[in-house]
């Protein structure tokens, strides 16, 4: 429970930074780097998600779909 | 051609929005006219739904193409900027309700709608009267087994090879908004290309694991509420990535005719921003429907 719990916070920071680099799309008008600045965060942390799941597939932490 | 007038962009007549209305009004009347009339389900000719989805695409073209012009041409003041800025945040606010209604018709059946056949809450007699014996462990396709016996998909094989590429058509989109930034034209346009071909790649996949489910696992539209949640939400997630990549495709032959500067390029931003979009909604659709049961 505990590490689903760690998966969707992580999955909340990627949406929360996913739409901050929207505001500062809209704000900025293209002049700063923050937009690209926080869309390198997004892909950055939702790649160190899937590690994050395939680390705790292979240490039984979670299980997909038990069949 | 445009005129202004005390800093309000006026834009000129034109023929496309009376265009887009025909192409809608014709597309709309022919599927509602192909609706099946009789219980069998029979979809009847689709033709002329068909033509009025040609006319809308025509419409698209001709006119972001006209748009494209104008923008390049040096026509549009800051305004017209403001303009593109917040209709993308109303496109957006429609997309984000849109998949928040097929994610919340995921997580109503699976928390609350199933348990309830099962007994769950105040519906005991619900479960000894009606579904008796009805356990409603998720995956499921209801206490009738609407569709009949289905096997379903594993999280490992295609689903997280799919996961995998659209994460690093993620990363090379985002190497192309740096080249872009940098003024490196070659690293945008090598960036979309790899971010297209990796979406490409993405919906063929995509594509032939539906083949797998409908012939392998008899997993279909119809089975039952599992099936249809499935197929709605991944079914419009792949034609969100047709769409996105398509608009990276637009960025793709756009930079390579030189155009966007490091300081003037909501277009491309734009494109680019949906696309990180459509790559948050396949993680979390990868996580709920695949891992967190």
């Known amino acids: 429970m505990l590490f689903k719990t760690i998966v969707i916070f992580i999955l909340f920071l990627v949406v929360s930074s996913l739409f901050t680099a929207l505001y500062s799309m809209i704000k900025d008008k293209g002049q700063s780097n923050r937009t690209v600045k926080m869309l390198t965060m997004r892909i950055g942390m939702s790649i160190g998600l899937l590690i994050l799941l ?14 | 051609m445009s005129t202004q ?25 022919g599927f509602a006219s192909a609706l099946p009339g009789t219980s069998d389900g029979e979809m009847g000719n689709m033709t002329m739904m068909y033509i009025g989805m040609a006319i809308v695409a025509f419409m698209l073209f001709g006119w972001f193409g006209q748009v494209i012009g104008e923008s390049e041409s040096g026509k549009y003041n800051a305004q ?29 059946a699976r928390q609350l709608s199933v348990p309830w056949l099962s007994g769950e809450g105040n519906n005991a007699m619900t479960n000894a009267l009606l579904w008796k014996g009805y356990a409603g462990d998720w995956p499921t396709n209801g206490p009738a087994s609407v ?17 995998i590429i659209l994460l690093t058509s993620g990363l090379t989109v985002t190497w192309a908004h740096w080249g872009l ?68 495709l637009v960025m793709l032959f756009r930079s390579m ?23 948050v909604v396949w993680l979390g659709l990868f996580i709920f429907v695949y891992w967190l049961v």
């Not at chain 2, 005390?6 to 009004?25: E, K, Q, R």
């Not at chain 2, 800025?85 to 995921?106: D, K």
């Open chain 2, 257 to 279: 005719k030189g155009h966007f500067t490091a300081k003037n390029h909501f277009a491309f931003e734009a494109a680019a921003w949906y696309w990180h979009f459509v790559d």
């Open chain 2, 80 to 108: 017209v900027d403001t303009s593109f800025r917040m209709s993308m945040v109303w496109f957006i606010f429609s997309e984000v309700m849109f998949f928040a209604a097929f994610f919340g018709a995921l997580f109503y």
């Open chain 2, 5 to 29: 007038s005390g800093g309000y962009y006026l834009p000129a007549p034109s023929h496309w929005p009376i265009v887009g209305s025909i192409g809608l009004f014709i597309m709309l009347f």
């Open chain 2, 147 to 163: 569709g009949g016996k289905f096997e379903i998909m594993s999280a490992y094989g295609i689903p997280l090879w799919n996961t």
């Open chain 1, 54 to 67: 395939l680390i705790g597939y292979q240490l039984g932490w979670i299980n997909p779909h038990p069949v």
């Open chain 2, 181 to 248: 930034k940098k003024d490196n034209r070659g690293q945008l346009i090598m960036g979309l290309f790899l971010t297209v071909a990796l979406g490409a790649v993405f919906v063929a996949l995509q594509a032939y694991e539906y083949i797998h489910a409908y012939n392998d696992l008899n997993l279909k539209l119809t089975s039952g509420i599992y099936g249809s949640t499935f197929f709605m939400l991944t079914g419009f997630h792949g034609l969100h990535v047709t769409i996105g990549a398509i608009m990276l």
